[in-house]
């Protein structure tokens, strides 16, 4: 498990003044101002944060050392990262997305699927991005029960029950030619 977790990121400018537009990945959105300091993946950090206004897609918020619209808008795609002790416990069927990536997938027979190269939210649920191996292209598993109904962190691992043909083998490949 890593020392810190991505709980969000920096969309820019938000007007003149150095306010920044602000994408939360929380459970609860706005317990992101709660997580400070924040840290870039440069190692910079942020000792505050003032959610200033709500947006579309998150927020607006103040955060220090950011006075300038150009100081903002040079943060733009930026992710945020809190410090693991910081945040919540999960409940056992939850799990940190940074937690998740490395991970072996495995077929309920103990076959190796691949490894969870990240993991993604795009709003109609969580998806597993797998490697597979001898594979330049990536398999995505959606992340349920139903799908990846073992999780185990110790272990590194995850039993997975895909749906038929999400995994081709190579002989399932060369079949369809």
Do not use: W
Not at 57 to 62: C, E, H, I, L, S
Not at 77 to 82: D, E, S
Not at 87 to 97: A, G, I, K, R, V
Not at 128 to 142: F, G, K, M, N, R
């Amino acid at each position: 498990m890593t020392e810190r977790v991505i709980v969000g990121s920096l969309g820019g400018s938000f007007g003149v003044k150095g306010e920044v537009r602000l994408k939360s990945f929380c459970t609860e959105p706005e317990a992101i101002a709660d997580y400070t300091p924040l840290y870039t993946e440069s190692g910079r950090s942020f000792a505050q944060m003032v959610l200033t206004g709500q947006l579309k897609n998150g927020f607006t918020a103040r955060i220090d050392g950011i006075t300038t619209k150009e100081e903002a808008d040079a943060l733009r795609n930026t992710p945020l990262y809190a410090d693991r002790d910081a945040m919540p416990s999960l409940p056992d069927d939850e799990f940190y997305y940074a937690d998740l990536i490395g991970l072996t997938v495995l077929d309920a027979g103990g076959a190796t699927l691949g490894t969870v190269r990240n993991v993604m939210d795009h709003g109609a649920g969580d998806l597993l991005e797998i490697a597979v191996p001898a594979q330049s292209d990536t398999v995505l598993l959606p992340f349920t029960k139903a799908n990846a109904p073992t999780v185990d962190l110790s272990a590194k691992r995850i039993i997975v029950d895909p749906p038929e043909g999400l995994f081709a083998t190579d002989d399932q490949s060369q079949d369809k030619s």
